[in-house]
């Protein structure tokens, strides 16, 4: 992160020539690295362009004859349906477990409590455990109460799981404003929700795209809750996905096509608000 | 006025605190429970509303360990042990290298880091399909070597049931002495250097009496009567490889944050001392990255033990070979309803979570509050 252009300078004195002798090696493993990365890609998009009778294991990486788009629309017809889904419980428990969130991470930075300092650890652990230890409750649970099989129980278990998370992507973000600036308010007569609206909330639209861009993320990429939570009707897009492709006799085209269609939201979230992607990415390790 | 904010601020946070005894707390202890019971052992109460369970003690947890049928839960730990080993070694490693590759002031940098980063976004069970078309016995990976004219590879990626470093399942609680002991040695080494002479002594004591317990072969322990022969399945290789792909990304990223944030005065210091640019990353810059490598390896640890999606998409849910005990939990529960069962293994795979997530979270916390 030199930005002052006089170490910029330094560097290239004490290293001359020995710098500019090894370059190409740098960008030639760079070069290989983004191979290893791109391969896939390159295959996935070949294989959903085929024809189903033009696509052979040897010939598997020739360009396609002729370009078939027909596998898309093929995908797209089966998995229409199950994209609504993924898409309704994404936003929803985003947007529910992000404002919750939000609203633990003010009270947890600028209203501390006795035993906060025990509560918030407690609170973490529930984003690390493996979900299989709460399965077997919550599938009764969600039973017991109607919602098994059910949209709306998949996202009441995502909100939930989700809290963790975003209590402290939220936790952090407001530990970093002042508690000069609430003190004021403070003074001018602002409570609890008075400096929330007026202060913290119109100052976290970044900490909400972090919070929303991750939680989106996840909860369209999950797949256990999913697979066990869910029936034929409310299958999100990885079930769906898992299935068609988990089939024996399967023409790939299809799947290929399929996991473009899963893949896309999150790929143009991610090409599109990269920045905010990697700091929700670094607020994962805790520390922030 | 200001106490009763301070209620207001309570209340509004007792719901998602309300919420996370119940879901987190009560259901792991609601878990812990069914894996105490012998709940599913009767087909007629398995999926009755209220099943009738009776308590059974530690039974299912010795039938996972010592049992004939579970022979597969044992080979599951093993898988997920290299696992998570070779994930390990490769995220980090990968990682490590491409940071230090970017942060040599190259040209496109956004570009790279873009290419490097992209699997991250995307499913468990995508990579996992991609993975599995690209790692087909005849095709993929496999006819790769015939586009420069050599010939393809033979090896079946997913498939195989090769098996090597192979060790008898009896040993292993000498394994586990051993490697106590050598901790222990290590420690009271440590404590011995800064003059905890007491404690020091306590830890060698430890050592020596755990040393010599695996060394005679760990008399008054005997798991099965038998040996049983546990490996490294090769099948997954693959898998490996696939999580690597998908991973390796975010270590890059955390480390050159990392990278980013040793300040140029120390390398230029360095420099003007003599050392190579070499040196300057083997003597300044690395010793600097070990907390971010020992929260990525936490980080990254407890996904691998973890792993479900990936194994699912690309070798199917129910192949013996690729098993880890996250996947067998979820077949004993809900393909076969033996919830006592597929309960106890849910508990293992949280003591093993537990172990490492604890820690790292008390030691960051203690840091922040000292902060």
Wanted: hydrophobic share 55%; aromatic share 14%.
């Amino acid at each position: 992160m030199t930005t002052s252009t006089d170490s910029l300078t330094l560097g290239r004195r004490t290293q001359p020539g020995r710098r500019g002798r090894w370059r190409w090696v740098i960008y030639l493993l760079l070069t290989l690295a983004a191979l290893f990365y791109l391969l896939p890609v390159y295959l996935v998009v070949v294989t959903a362009l085929k024809e189903p009778a033009a696509i052979t294991l040897a010939d598997t990486w020739r360009l396609p004859e002729t370009w078939n788009w027909g596998s898309f629309v093929t995908a797209w017809e089966a998995f229409a349906p199950k994209l609504r889904n993924s898409m309704v419980l994404a936003v929803s428990a985003t947007v529910a477990s992000a404002l919750m969130g939000s609203m633990n991470g003010y009270v947890l930075s600028k209203w501390r409590f006795p035993g906060a300092n025990v509560v918030f650890p407690l609170m973490l652990f529930g984003m690390f455990i493996p979900y299989q230890a709460i399965l077997i409750p919550l599938f009764q649970f969600l039973r017991d109460i109607g919602l098994y099989g059910d949209l709306l129980g998949l996202i009441v278990a995502h909100v939930v799981y989700g809290l963790p998370i975003t209590t402290l992507i939220f936790r952090n973000f407001y530990a970093e404003i002042p508690d000069s600036m609430l003190d004021a308010a403070k003074i001018d007569g602002a409570g609890f929700f008075g400096i929330y609206t007026r202060i913290l909330f119109p100052l976290s639209i970044s900490g909400f795209v972090v919070v929303v861009i991750w939680q989106f993320t996840q909860i369209w990429n999950e797949f256990l809750f999913a697979v066990t939570l869910t029936r034929q009707e409310s299958q999100p897009i990885t079930v769906a996905l898992a299935q068609l492709a988990g089939g024996e006799a399967v023409n790939w085209n299809l799947p290929m096509a399929g996991s473009i269609l899963a893949a896309l939201p999150t790929l143009i979230i991610y090409i599109v608000l990269g920045r905010y992607f990697i700091r929700g990415l670094l607020a994962g390790s805790v520390k922030g | 006025m200001r106490s009763n904010d301070r209620l207001v601020a309570f209340l509004m946070l007792l719901p998602s605190l309300v919420l996370l005894a119940i879901f987190v707390y009560g259901f792991i202890g609601r878990t812990a429970w069914v894996s105490l019971s012998n709940w599913g052992s009767d087909p007629t109460q398995a999926l009755a509303l209220d099943p009738q369970i009776a308590f059974a003690g530690l039974a299912n947890y010795r039938k996972l360990f010592t049992g004939i049928i579970d022979v597969r839960f044992r080979q599951d730990l093993v898988n997920t042990f290299f696992f998570t080993l070779f994930f390990l070694v490769g995220t980090l490693g990968l990682g490590l290298g491409l940071a230090i590759l970017l942060d040599q002031k190259v040209r496109m940098e956004g570009l790279f880091r873009t290419i490097f980063l992209f699997p991250f976004a995307l499913a468990f069970i995508v990579t996992g399909t991609v993975w599995r078309w690209m790692l087909q016995p005849q095709g993929g990976v496999n006819v790769l070597p015939e586009l420069v004219g050599l010939p393809p590879l033979e090896f079946r990626w997913l498939t195989t049931r090769q098996q090597i470093w192979q060790f008898d399942w009896n040993s292993v609680p000498a394994f586990l002495a051993g490697a106590a002991a050598v901790t222990f040695a290590f420690m009271a080494w440590r404590a011995w250097r800064r003059g905890a002479h007491v404690r020091a002594g306590v830890q060698a004591v430890l050592a020596v009496g755990l040393g010599g317990w695996a060394v005679t072969g760990t008399p008054g322990v005997t798991l099965l009567p038998y040996p049983e022969m546990h490996g490294f399945n090769m099948a997954f290789i693959g898998i490996v490889i696939a999580a690597v792909w998908q991973m390796s990304g975010y270590t890059m990223a955390l480390y050159l944050a990392g990278l980013r944030g040793v300040p140029e005065e120390l390398r230029e210091a360095a420099r003007v001392d003599g050392a190579s640019e070499f040196g300057v990353y083997r003597h300044v810059v690395l010793p600097l990255l070990g907390p971010i490598t020992l929260s990525a390896m936490i980080i990254l640890g407890h996904i691998s033990l973890k792993i479900f999606d990936l194994i699912w998409a690309m070798a199917g849910s129910d192949n013996a070979t690729t098993d880890v005990p996250a996947l067998l939990m979820y077949l004993r529960s809900f393909r076969a309803n033996a919830f006592a069962e597929g309960a106890a293994i849910a508990m293992v795979l949280l003591i093993m979570v537990a172990t490492v997530i604890v820690p790292y979270l008390r030691s960051s916390l203690r840091g922040e509050v000292r902060r």
